[in-house]
């Protein structure tokens, strides 16, 4: 009886594990892949943003809202 109490907690403990390793798995992923994403478009956009607006804000962009609001 006591045995198989023992072995039902290390299957929980087991699962527990298996769920915290997905967990992992999926935050370094989504973690890599922030990283990548500043790296190509982060800085100019969160360092500078007017500099940002000012290279993509030309001709009818300039009009729209968004580029309005960098005046």
């Given at each position: 009886?006591?045995?198989?109490?023992?072995?039902?907690?290390?299957?929980d403990?087991?699962?527990?594990q298996?769920e915290?390793?997905?967990?992992?798995?999926?935050?370094a992923?989504h973690?890599?892949?922030?990283?990548?994403?500043?790296?190509?478009?982060?800085?100019v956009?969160?360092d500078?943003p007017?500099?940002?607006a000012?290279?993509?804000?030309?001709?009818?962009?300039a009009?729209?809202?968004?580029?309005?609001?960098?005046?």
């Amino acid at each position: 009886m006591h045995q198989d109490r023992v072995d039902a907690y290390n299957d929980d403990v087991d699962d527990l594990q298996d769920e915290l390793d997905d967990y992992n798995r999926d935050a370094a992923d989504h973690d890599a892949r922030d990283d990548a994403w500043r790296a190509r478009c982060g800085g100019v956009l969160f360092d500078n943003p007017r500099e940002w607006a000012r290279q993509y804000c030309v001709g009818n962009a300039a009009s729209t809202s968004f580029c309005e609001a960098f005046d």
